[in-house]
């Protein structure tokens, strides 16, 4: 996925650092906007499996405040 660091230079990364490192990236960036929204869906598709908010007012403004999604374990 390609992210935009915050000095401007571009980097790619897989879906688990884009998403983990977020906090990291001023944003993800393609060429094509179309493309850009099409990795925004699908990193907000996969936050939204991952975490499936019982509340998505609340749920999703508590890891707003947070500044970084939470690091999950998952099975080897």
């Known amino acids: ?31 094509s906007p179309l493309v850009t929204a099409t990795l925004h869906r699908l990193l907000l598709s996969i936050l939204q499996r991952v975490f499936l908010p019982k509340n998505p007012g609340t749920d999703w403004a508590d890891v707003w405040q947070q500044r970084r999604l939470p690091a999950l374990r998952h099975a080897a």
């Open 1 to 31: 996925i390609p992210c935009e660091r915050r000095d401007g230079s571009l980097t790619l990364v897989g879906i688990e650092e884009a998403l983990l490192g977020a906090h990291t990236f001023e944003g993800v960036h393609d060429e």
